[in-house]
Antibody, heavy 121, light 107 residues
Framework: QVQLVESGGGVVQPGGSLRLSCAAS????????MHWVRQAPGKGLEWVAF????????YYADSVKGRFTISRDNSKNTLYLQMNSLRAEDTAVYYC??????????????WGQGTMVTVSS | DIQMTQSPSSLSASVGDRVTITCQAS??????LNWYQQKPGKAPKLLIY???NLETGVPSRFSGSGSGTDFTFTISSLQPEDIATYYC?????????FGQGTRLEIK
């Protein structure tokens, strides 16, 4: 079945780095744009980043621009989020989500279960 | 940035009730609006896309309407399994923003 499985979350100190992964299965990963969306504890949803199906175009929220990098490996059906210079306000559950199209349609039809990132000293 | 104002922030209703949630955009977003359901401890689920289109497999008691700046999400007859938080999400221009959510409880 169609599935997204995130991994790589954990506890990291402020200023530290972490790389999240999202393994896709059950659909043609290389045909679809992919996103990261996060949710701080007890809060609402915040879009983080997008990558086009072929990796040729990327967009970021202002809150993470210059610190986070989205990438993908279509040969491994895997999406990544490299997070550097982490701050306490980056603490959240991070979801990967599939776009309905290969480009920036911004409708998320499949979501992973999420991975928790805690930034704390 | 386009701001989305969702109301109410919480809502208590009885099984069988008609439930309505509204979402107002800070500027005209045409029909570039989706609705998601998030149950406790779970990932969000797409219910309505392009303001009024029902996602495949979603029960017909869910519906959406509106365009421009004002949008409405309706559950025609509330069921116990509909207990969740509901979010609107706009995608006009290059931006993506969510409403703050509406927590729906059973009375």
């Amino acid at each position: 079945q169609v599935q997204l499985v995130e991994s790589g979350g954990g506890v990291v100190q402020p200023g530290g780095s972490l790389r999240l992964s999202c393994a896709a299965s059950g659909f043609t990963f290389s045909s679809y744009g992919m996103h990261w969306v996060r949710q701080a504890p007890g809060k609402g949803l915040e879009w983080v980043a997008f990558i086009r199906y072929d990796g040729s175009n990327k967009y970021y929220a202002d809150s993470v621009k210059g610190r986070f990098t989205i990438s993908r490996d279509n040969s491994k059906n895997t999406l990544y989020l490299q997070m550097n210079s982490l701050r306490a306000e980056d603490t959240a559950v991070y979801y990967c989500a599939k776009d309905i199209y290969g480009d920036y349609a911004r409708t998320f039809d499949i979501w992973g279960q999420g991975t928790m990132v805690t930034v704390s000293s | 940035d386009i701001q989305m104002t969702q109301s109410p922030s919480s809502l208590s209703a009885s099984v069988g009730d008609r439930v309505t949630i509204t979402c107002q955009a800070s500027q005209d977003i045409s029909n570039y609006l989706n609705w998601y359901q998030q149950k406790p401890g779970k990932a969000p689920k797409l219910l309505i896309y392009d303001a009024s289109n029902l996602e495949t497999g979603v029960p017909s008691r869910f519906s959406g309407s509106g365009s421009g700046t004002d949008f409405t999400f309706t559950i025609s007859s509330l069921q116990p399994e509909d207990i969740a938080t509901y979010y609107c999400q706009q995608y006009d221009n290059l931006s993506i923003t969510f409403g703050q959510g509406t927590r729906l409880e059973i009375k």
